[in-house]
């Protein structure tokens, strides 16, 4: 075969930039985790849980069929997963939801058609990169507000006050890498102020936080056009619901792509969330847990002079600097038997490379000692930037 010019060839184009990432100490590699886990989105234990292991056993067994063998909209239906769907809108107080096979096709399917390119968005600074490729994919007009901070929000929403189309704000309640709160409660006074709707990511509230785990928007008693929570985190399961209107699952169940053009998941994970949504409903105590590790850990570090951020949720961001001194300090971690990963642009802004700390219910006390003793072993030169 005729070989290509450099220029032309992608395999050549692909080695370049990877090479480019090395020189910038943003490769990334895959790596399974290991040793105590400081680092796990399984903020409740479920994940290990005996009892839902047991309800996922009980459910394949009782399945015709391993796969769902079509989308949701060409045969691969099944009423177990509409009854999900009805019992997670009254778990989050809202009239219908939908579930998507990731939170990831969640956003995207959400966000791509719900606005059109006559339409703003006010998207935080910080959002998760599902929100900010599904707005992206709907061509709308986006308008970045300073993380989560009002006045920047107040402000270009003024800017903006004529303009006429649909104006939505969008926002995490709970931050995927600062682990910090979104001020909900202000962010609706100001929709209401300059006419725009709220659409709130729940991810990480998701099992967590609000009445039973039912998130932050369900806490507040706020009306947002849509919620996400997704199921791959405290729910140690899959997918993702996006709840709201019965408009607007029926919207999404003819419009949204990522719906549509996706094969179903198979019936017996229809019975894993309903299983892990039953037992995280009454996790009271592991919330509870997780909340005075989360207290305890953030303690900790500012003793040591670390810099985590004003958040005080499960999941704690200990700043490092430099993407090279990120690396070296999880690396010296993993060694002692932590499993911490390093986190850098662009999922993070740059010079703000970081380990993202994230609690499990299934840690103690004793684990954050020991994380602690190990860290202050490590010299305070070679982890900050
Ligand atoms: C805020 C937020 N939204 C959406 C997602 C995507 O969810 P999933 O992992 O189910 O695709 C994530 C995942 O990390 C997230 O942090």
Same mark, same amino acid.
């Given at each position: 075969?005729?070989?290509?010019?450099?220029?032309?060839?992608?395999?050549?184009?692909?080695?370049?930039?990877?090479? $480019? *990432?090395?020189?910038?100490?943003? #490769?990334?590699?895959?790596?399974?985790?290991? =040793? +105590?886990? @400081? &680092?796990?989105?399984?903020?409740?234990?479920?994940?290990?849980?005996?009892?839902?292991?047991?309800?996922?056993?009980?459910?394949?067994?009782?399945?015709?069929?391993?796969?769902?063998?079509?989308?949701?909209?060409?045969?691969?239906?099944?009423?177990?997963?509409?009854?999900?769907?009805?019992?997670?809108?009254?778990?989050?107080?809202?009239?219908?939801?939908?579930?998507?096979?990731?939170?990831?096709?969640?956003?995207?399917?959400?966000?791509?058609?719900?606005?059109?390119?006559? $339409? *703003?968005?006010?998207?935080?600074? #910080?959002?998760?990169?599902?929100?900010?490729? =599904? +707005?992206? @994919? &709907?061509?709308?007009?986006?308008?970045?507000?300073?993380?989560?901070?009002?006045?920047?929000?107040?402000?270009?929403?003024?800017?903006?006050?004529?303009?006429?189309?649909?104006?939505?704000?969008?926002?995490?309640?709970?931050?995927?890498?600062?682990?910090?709160?979104?001020?909900?409660?202000?962010?609706?006074?100001?929709?209401?102020?300059?006419?725009?709707?709220?659409?709130?990511?729940?991810?990480?509230?998701?099992?967590?936080?609000?009445?039973?785990?039912?998130?932050?928007?369900?806490?507040?008693?706020?009306?947002? #056009?849509?919620?996400?929570?997704?199921?791959?985190?405290?729910?140690? &399961?899959?997918?993702?619901?996006?709840?709201?209107?019965?408009?607007?699952?029926?919207?999404?169940?003819?419009?949204?792509?990522?719906?549509?053009?996706?094969?179903?998941?198979?019936?017996?994970?229809?019975?894993?969330?309903?299983?892990?949504?039953?037992?995280?409903?009454?996790?009271?105590?592991?919330?509870?847990?997780?909340?005075?590790?989360?207290?305890?850990?953030?303690?900790?570090?500012?003793?040591?002079?670390?810099?985590?951020?004003?958040?005080?949720?499960?999941?704690?961001?200990?700043?490092?600097?430099?993407?090279?001194?990120?690396?070296?300090?999880?690396?010296?971690?993993?060694?002692?038997?932590?499993?911490?990963?390093?986190?850098?642009?662009?999922?993070?802004?740059?010079?703000?490379?970081?380990?993202?700390?994230?609690?499990?219910?299934?840690?103690?006390?004793?684990?954050?000692?020991?994380?602690?003793?190990?860290?202050?072993?490590?010299?305070?030169?070679?982890?900050?930037?």
């Amino acid at each position: 075969m005729q070989e290509l010019p450099a220029r032309r060839s992608l395999s050549h184009r692909m080695e370049s930039r990877l090479a $480019d *990432l090395a020189r910038q100490a943003q #490769l990334r590699k895959l790596c399974p985790s290991q =040793g +105590i886990n @400081l &680092s796990s989105n399984d903020y409740l234990g479920l994940a290990e849980d005996p009892r839902l292991k047991a309800g996922l056993l009980d459910a394949v067994e009782s399945c015709t069929k391993t796969g769902s063998t079509g989308s949701r909209l060409m045969n691969g239906d099944d009423p177990a997963w509409n009854e999900l769907e009805e019992e997670f809108a009254i778990f989050t107080g809202c009239e219908a939801s939908l579930f998507f096979n990731s939170g990831y096709a969640a956003n995207v399917g959400l966000l791509s058609v719900l606005l059109g390119q006559d $339409d *703003l968005v006010f998207s935080d600074a #910080l959002n998760h990169a599902s929100i900010i490729d =599904g +707005i992206r @994919l &709907s061509r709308a007009k986006k308008v970045i507000y300073e993380h989560t901070d009002l006045n920047s929000l107040e402000h270009l929403l003024r800017q903006h006050r004529n303009h006429g189309h649909a104006c939505v704000i969008v926002t995490e309640s709970i931050f995927s890498m600062d682990g910090d709160r979104a001020p909900l409660p202000e962010i609706f006074q100001l929709a209401s102020c300059y006419g725009a709707e709220v659409i709130i990511d729940e991810a990480h509230a998701t099992g967590v936080c609000g009445p039973q785990g039912s998130g932050l928007a369900k806490e507040s008693g706020l009306e947002p #056009l849509a919620v996400i929570h997704t199921c791959g985190k405290a729910l140690a &399961s899959m997918g993702a619901f996006v709840c709201g209107s019965k408009t607007l699952r029926r919207f999404l169940i003819n419009h949204a792509r990522s719906f549509i053009f996706s094969t179903a998941l198979p019936r017996y994970c229809a019975e894993q969330v309903k299983v892990a949504l039953r037992l995280a409903m009454n996790m009271e105590d592991e919330r509870h847990h997780l909340g005075a590790l989360a207290a305890s850990l953030k303690n900790r570090l500012s003793e040591l002079g670390h810099s985590c951020g004003p958040g005080t949720s499960h999941i704690i961001p200990l700043i490092v600097g430099s993407n090279a001194a990120a690396i070296h300090l999880a690396d010296m971690l993993n060694r002692q038997g932590f499993s911490v990963y390093a986190v850098r642009p662009p999922s993070v802004p740059a010079g703000s490379a970081r380990l993202r700390l994230s609690l499990t219910a299934r840690l103690d006390l004793s684990d954050i000692e020991q994380f602690i003793n190990i860290l202050s072993s490590i010299p305070v030169t070679q982890h900050h930037a």
